[in-house]
């Protein structure tokens, strides 16, 4: 009898035994690559101004792209001021769709919203005055606070490129 519970235990002793021996390695992750931008061949990737500096200069160099003051100790919606952000974001580069050149900056000041970017004059001037009362009716409508587009135009891509990489 003790022999069949023997070989009955033996396959799970060996696959523990297996598990317990494997030797996992990974390459060295010393080197910090987050938020930087490789480098082509040619040396002809445009890059703007927030797209040109690293992560460890925000507040250095350049500012967030969201200002509230959500995150802060004993505050009541820091999960929903993210999502709400990250929506705006979306809602604004589907509604100017291929007219965003930079990052959209949204700014909270009380219970106002301000909303920054830098746009490409594709459109006519009647279509993106429609856009912006567009925008800033339904945004004000979903966040239940005033919301104001801060948008600024430019006749060519190339004028927002900071350097080239």
Not at 17 to 31: E, G, N
Request: charged share 20%; with cysteine.
């Amino acid at each position: 009898m003790s022999m069949l519970q023997n070989i009955r235990l033996l396959p799970m002793t060996t696959a523990t035994l297996a598990a317990r021996r494997s030797l996992h390695t990974t390459a060295v992750s010393a080197k910090a690559q987050s938020g930087r931008y490789k480098i082509s061949p040619k040396g002809d990737r445009p890059l703007t101004y927030e797209m040109a500096n690293p992560p460890h200069l925000i507040a250095h160099r350049k500012a967030w792209n969201s200002w509230n003051t959500s995150n802060l100790e004993g505050e009541l919606r820091p999960s929903q001021t993210m999502l709400e952000d990250e929506f705006i974001r979306r809602f604004m580069t589907g509604t100017w769709h291929g007219l965003v050149l930079s990052e959209v900056i949204i700014k909270r000041q009380y219970n106002h919203v301000r909303i920054a970017a830098i746009l490409r004059r594709g459109i006519t001037p009647r279509k993106m005055y429609f856009l912006v009362g567009y925008c800033e009716e339904l945004l004000a409508y979903w966040l239940q606070c005033p919301v104001t587009l801060e948008l600024q135009t430019t006749d060519d891509r190339k004028d927002v490129v900071f350097k080239y990489i």
